[in-house]
């Protein structure tokens, strides 16, 4: 695997000098007249410092956009001319271990960024895409900073939801589901569940699409299909290595589901991800990939649903009283939530973005979870067995008390977490 080392000068200026999108484009211009090897090594140290998640190299017909996604939102950083970014694709696809000479098909490379921190030296390791386009090739890199690995109590939780989830990953056998599109931080909630249960009496096992992160204590697997080791073939093989807990990096197919499910009803405690809208949705997800009621009900304990929202940024952001029409909106929003999970403050503010340098401008830093679910009890185990639509298991899941994904963000909304525009954005 190739490495970018970052040098110490661009460190000790970094925090101050690549910390934001207008920063960062100055300094790229400035080494272009250096090699190119610096310019990337400026990009990346850029990404790192502005959090960004991953850097795109757009070629259009005039120049190469290039952009990065902070909190979820692609940004312009600067346009390329065409050598420049001729030269830059070369350098990435050199260390990335992918052949230089192939631009009419799709690559995947890797390589890693060491950063010399005197305190903490750190290596992130960087996912590379290239993809064939009408101009030249796409190349996408992502960043998988472990400084992002957070645990069950960083995930934003309600007190009530916290309290939940500590109780549904800590029992010996069952399945547990987190349920969202693309982005939405699945991942992040699972490693969350793992890094919480992760202890020396407790052997767990993954098998995932690709291994995001490393986690130590833990044997980590990556699905290859041309060597035959899929999702439902790993699984199988995991289940005969005794394990305490498995986590699937996704259902997809009907005989993954039925081996998890199998595995979850013996004595396993299973962790997976599906691509469903909201958390009832899992239930009628499962049944159309052929999985019987009958099996899905007692092998479930618990299916979450989130999405992430951008959190306003503490150094700009200002509270402003917002009209009486959408107070109103808003306790009729919140009139089925419980007191005891959240009451309404006597006086409501809305947080309003503003923008500065801490930001890049955007009024966001950081990003936060807003969460549904639902535990399978006796009740709902009962409910099930009529095979309900989606739309009477989430009437079910709410009158027992489920607190939707957009009230827990209206929560967050209440809180001074998030802004009004962010909820509508998601939910």
Known sequence: MGEVRIPLEIIKDGERDLNNIPAINQKIKGSFEKDISKTLEIIMAGGLFAGSSDIHIEPEEEGTKMRMRLDGILHDVITLEKNTARRLTSRIKLISKVKLNVEDRPQDGRFTVSVPFRDDPLEIEIRMSALPSEHGETIVLRLLDPRKLIVLEDLGLRKDLFRIFKQEIEKPNGMVIVTGPTGSGKTTTLYAFLKTINKPGVKIITIEDPVEYHLGGISQTEVNPERGYDFANGLRAIVRQDPDVILVGEIRDLETTQIGMQAALTGHLVFSTLHTNDAPGAISRLTSLGEQMASIS??????IAQRLVRTVCSACTKLEQPDSSLVEEIKKEMEAVKEEVFSLPSSINFPQVVGCKECSFTGYKGRVGIFEAFLLDEEMEDFLSSSPSTAEI???????????????GIIKLLEGKTTLEEINRVT
């Open 298 to 303: 007692p092998a479930i304990n618990m299916v």
């Open 394 to 408: 989430r009437k079910k899941a709410i009158e027992k008390g489920m607190v939707t994904m957009r009230q827990d």
